[in-house]
């Protein structure tokens, strides 16, 4: 399975579709907010999956983190799963940043709506630069600030060996809003985006 | 049939409610699934407004949702677990279920016209999940019953050990870390082998839970009191110094030398010997009290039983 590399064409391409969709994603992001978000320039690597609960601990170690996740698939075996990950004072403001009511929304739907906002926004980008269309399943809060982080990934048995990950960090200045976004495709799924690739190179 | 009259006609009769509403929330389509549930007929709510249709819907909320669809041409979620329903409806189980209104995940989807690529209508799609609630209430329930069964002593009903040692080690620490005092009252039935031997286990048991009862009915919210085995039981005391202990303790015991309690023809008394442990700052462990207050409560029972004694150092 380890065999998987991704060549250093591959990566630039990849990185160049993921700028032209943070792009896109932070536009729409704009206007329907009404406030700026910024996206952080990506870190694309892959990823054991036996080192990706460590690699989260280490990130997230001292904090309180809420994490959601969101499934997401689309055509040519295109499949993932996007994980919002929040640290625990960032979870205020999205109420007033999404324009709810105060009280209106709880703050585990604050997050879920969130979430999707921002996965289904870049990702639609991401798909409508490799020609795909890309559904998704519904967010879902997998650890709050009440189940730690460590404590949630123990728990987790992968079916893949690795996987491609994408880091990208959203911004929201106005409202000193920050979450992390990690895009997790794993296992054959990182052949089929290979092959997405190859093809848009063999265009250029 | 062609596939699109097949497609309309599965839309119409699938178990789950479709609707679809232009860029003013109008209604333009409302399946069989919505009328039924909702009893409302599709053309009487087809061209209005979605929210005078269901005007207890979240409308803020659900403005924005609709918005976020239609200007980020994405999909939005609603899940059961955060909003229970958006859209109040019956439910198609109304006699095996106790919640009165359809739980609902849904799901809006943006609908762009042929050749297109901005949404000019969102289609949003309602899945009854009033069974997956009712499992999760019911789980909920089983746990919040587990739970209490599983610090309960099953015969006096008061903390078992273990939920109690659980606790006394939270106040402890507590205590050491703020300064506040903590006392420690432990007490043991006098003779308790006797009326086991004389009336027979049943009159024993009777006596454990009366006494766990005249207790419990003296102790001040925040007190913790726990069987701690046998006959022996302790009473986590926060806030509370030896004389405060004491008074209550010795109100205790006063009280339950004077019950009178009946099994069969039999009237039976009992006495209790009562020892206490004030926390001090030397202390590391909560266990240190309470090998102190059982110093004091053996002292009690060498002087003659049926009194308090507060361990000093």
């Keep these: 399975m380890n065999e998987i590399t991704l060549t250093e064409e591959q990566r630039d391409c990849l990185q160049e579709l993921i700028n032209v969709a943070m792009g896109q994603a932070?536009?729409?992001?704009?206007?329907?907010?009404?406030?700026?978000?910024?996206?952080?320039v990506p870190y694309?690597?892959?990823?054991?999956?036996?080192?990706?609960?460590?690699?989260?601990?280490?990130?997230?170690?001292?904090?309180?983190?809420?994490?959601?996740?969101?499934?997401?698939?689309?055509?040519?075996?295109?499949?993932?799963?996007?994980?919002?990950?929040?640290?625990?004072?960032?979870?205020?403001?999205?109420?007033?940043i999404l324009g709810y009511e105060p009280d209106d929304v709880s703050e585990v739907e604050q997050l879920t709506d969130i979430s999707s906002i921002l996965t289904t926004t870049f990702l639609n980008g991401l798909a409508?630069?490799?020609?795909?269309?890309?559904?998704?399943?519904?967010?879902?809060?997998?650890?709050?600030?009440?189940?730690?982080?460590?404590?949630?990934?123990?728990q987790l048995s992968f079916n893949w060996d690795l996987a491609l990950k994408v880091d990208i960090s959203y911004q929201v200045v106005d409202f000193s809003f920050n979450c992390d976004m990690v895009l997790l495709i794993p296992g054959e799924a990182i052949k089929n985006i290979q092959k997405v690739l190859d093809q848009i190179l063999d265009e250029f | 049939m062609d596939v699109a009259a097949v497609q309309s006609l599965l839309i119409?009769?699938?178990?789950?409610?479709?609707?679809?509403?232009?860029?003013?929330?109008?209604?333009?389509?409302f399946n069989r699934f919505m009328e039924s549930h909702s009893l409302?007929?599709?053309?009487?709510v087809i061209g209005k407004n979605l929210f005078d249709i269901f005007p207890d819907a979240p409308k803020r909320w659900l403005q924005r949702k609709i918005q976020s669809v239609f200007m980020l041409n994405t999909p939005a979620f609603s899940s059961w677990e955060q909003r229970q329903f958006v859209f109040k409806m019956r439910h198609a189980r109304p006699v095996t279920t106790s919640s009165e209104y359809m739980a609902q995940n849904i799901t809006f989807i943006p609908i762009c016209d042929k050749g297109t690529t901005e949404p000019d209508k969102v289609g949003i799609i309602v899945d009854d999940v009033t069974d997956v609630f009712f499992y999760q209430e019911k789980l909920?329930?089983?746990?919040?019953?587990?739970?209490?069964?599983?610090?309960?002593?099953?015969?006096t009903k008061v903390s078992n050990r273990r939920y109690w040692e659980e606790r006394?080690?939270?106040?402890?620490?507590?205590?050491?870390?703020?300064?506040?005092?903590?006392?420690?009252?432990?007490?043991?039935?006098?003779?308790?082998?006797?009326?086991?031997?004389?009336?027979?286990?049943?009159?024993?048991?009777?006596?454990?839970?009366?006494?766990?009862?005249?207790?419990?009915?003296?102790?001040?919210k925040g007190d913790l009191l726990g069987r701690y085995g046998g006959e022996e039981f302790g009473i986590i005391l926060p806030n509370t110094n030896a004389q405060g202990a004491a008074e209550l303790a010795e109100r205790i015991r006063r009280q339950f030398s004077l019950l009178k309690m009946q099994y069969e023809k039999h009237t039976i008394s009992a006495t209790m010997s009562v020892g206490i442990c004030e926390c001090d700052s030397r202390f590391t462990r909560f266990e240190d009290m309470v090998t102190r207050a059982d110093l004091a409560l053996y002292q009690s029972k060498r002087e003659g039983r049926n009194q308090v004694t507060i361990y000093q150092a």
């Excluded at chain 1, 932070?26 to 952080?40: G, I």
């Excluded at chain 2, 119409?12 to 389509?29: A, F, Q």
């Excluded at chain 2, 006098?190 to 419990?216: C, M, P, R, S, T």
């Design chain 2, 140 to 155: 909920k329930d089983t746990l919040t019953e587990l739970e209490h069964v599983s610090r309960t002593d099953g015969l």
């Design chain 1, 44 to 96: 694309i690597e892959l990823i054991d999956s036996e080192v990706l609960p460590e690699r989260f601990a280490e990130t997230y170690a001292q904090e309180g983190v809420s994490l959601v996740s969101q499934g997401f698939y689309g055509e040519k075996g295109i499949l993932g799963e996007s994980l919002l990950i929040y640290k625990s004072h960032d979870a205020h403001g999205i109420a007033e």
């Design chain 1, 128 to 154: 409508e630069q490799i020609d795909n269309q890309l559904a998704y399943s519904a967010p879902r809060v997998v650890s709050s600030m009440e189940t730690p982080l460590e404590h949630h990934l123990q």
């Design chain 2, 40 to 44: 409302l007929s599709a053309s009487e």
């Design chain 1, 26 to 40: 932070s536009d729409k992001l704009a206007r329907y907010l009404q406030t700026f978000v910024h996206l952080q």
């Design chain 2, 168 to 220: 006394f080690r939270v106040e402890f620490s507590t205590a050491q870390r703020h300064d506040h005092a903590l006392s420690l009252i432990m007490f043991d039935l006098d003779k308790f082998k006797l009326i086991n031997d004389q009336y027979g286990h049943q009159a024993g048991d009777l006596v454990l839970v009366e006494a766990a009862n005249l207790v419990e009915n003296l102790l001040r």
């Design chain 2, 12 to 29: 119409e009769r699938i178990n789950s409610g479709v609707l679809v509403v232009d860029e003013e929330c109008r209604l333009v389509y």
